[in-house]
C-alpha cells in the first residue's frame, strides 16, 4: 500500500491485492448463494466509486505449477531432496483430481458453480509435503472471476494485462498503466531498479531439470484450458490470452 501524486497534486492510494480477492467468493449454508454472492466487486465500488483495477494474469499452466512449488516457500522446512523429486508425479496426480472433480461437477452444475464450489475444497496434503504443494486450479479459471467482477464492476475501471508482456517488456507495459491511472512514467533508473529485484527460490524448479513438469502433465493442462483461454480472449476482446506462443 501506498500514497503517491501526479503533477497536478491529485493524489493516488495504490494497494496490492491478493489473488484471492479475485478468485475466492464467500460461501453460506447450502452454498445456495455461491453463484450470485460476490462481497468485494460489490463493495468496493460503493466505497471507492473511482477505484481502477490492474489485472495480471499469467498463462495458466505454467501459473498452476508455479503456485504448486511457491506453497513450499512459505513453510519451513522446506520439503526434502526426495520430496521434491517427487514434486512433479505429486503434480501430476493432483491436476488429473482436480479435473476429474471439475468434469463431473460440469456434467450437474454450470461453470461458475463449479469453479466456486472447488475453492472451498481443501486438498489433503501428501505425506512427503505435510505442509505445502498445493493447486488451487479454481484460480486459473480467468474467465469465470472476471466475468463476475465485470458484472458489477464497469469495464473502463479495469486494465488487464499478461505476466509474460510485463515480464518481456517493463517499461513499455508499465507506461500503459502509468496512463491508465493517470500519473507520470517512470525515469530509466527507476526501471533498472525494478529488473534487478529477483526472488530467491527455495525450491529451484525452473533450473532443476528434474523437478520440470512432466510434459503429459503439461499437454492435458493445456487441452483443459484452451477452451477457457478462449472464453476469455472473446470476453476481453484481445487473443493475447489464448497464449497461442507459450502453446507452440
Excluded at 16 to 40: E, K
Excluded at 120 to 134: D, N, Q, S
Aim: proline fraction near 6%; hydrophobic fraction near 40%; aromatic fraction near 12%.
Amino acid at each position: 500500500e501506498s500514497l503517491v501524486h501526479n503533477d497536478s497534486g491529485t493524489s493516488y492510494l495504490s494497494v496490492d491485492g491478493t489473488v484471492g480477492m479475485m478468485t475466492t467468493w464467500p460461501v453460506f449454508d447450502g452454498q445456495q448463494n455461491i453463484i450470485n454472492y460476490c462481497l468485494l466487486p460489490s463493495v468496493i465500488p460503493e466505497i471507492l466509486p473511482k477505484a481502477k483495477f490492474i489485472v495480471v494474469m499469467r498463462e495458466p499452466v505454467s501459473m498452476l505449477y508455479s503456485l504448486f512449488w511457491f506453497s513450499c516457500t512459505l513453510h519451513q522446512p522446506v520439503p526434502s531432496r526426495e520430496a521434491q523429486l517427487k514434486g512433479p508425479d505429486i503434480f501430476h496426480e493432483r491436476i488429473v483430481a482436480r479435473i476429474h472433480h471439475i468434469k463431473s461437477c460440469l456434467t450437474v452444475f454450470p461453470l461458475a458453480k463449479c469453479v466456486a464450489e472447488s475453492s472451498t475444497i481443501r486438498e489433503p496434503f501428501h505425506p512427503l509435503m505435510p505442509k505445502c504443494g498445493v493447486t488451487k486450479m479454481y484460480r486459473a479459471f480467468y474467465y469465470t472471476h472476471i466475468l463476475k467482477w465485470l458484472s458489477v464492476v464497469p469495464r473502463e475501471r479495469f486494465l488487464f494485462l499478461t505476466l509474460e508482456e510485463l515480464s518481456s517488456n517493463l517499461r513499455q507495459t508499465a507506461n500503459v498503466v502509468w496512463k491508465f491511472i493517470g500519473l507520470n512514467p517512470l525515469d530509466l533508473k527507476s526501471y533498472s531498479e525494478c529488473n534487478g529485484k529477483n526472488e530467491q527460490r527455495k525450491v529451484d524448479y525452473k533450473n532443476d531439470p528434474r523437478l520440470a513438469m512432466r510434459n503429459d502433465t503439461r499437454e492435458i493442462l493445456r487441452s483443459f484450458f484452451r477452451p477457457y483461454n478462449k472464453m476469455l480472449a472473446d470476453l476481453l476482446g484481445d487473443r493475447k490470452y489464448l497464449w497461442n506462443q507459450a502453446y507452440a
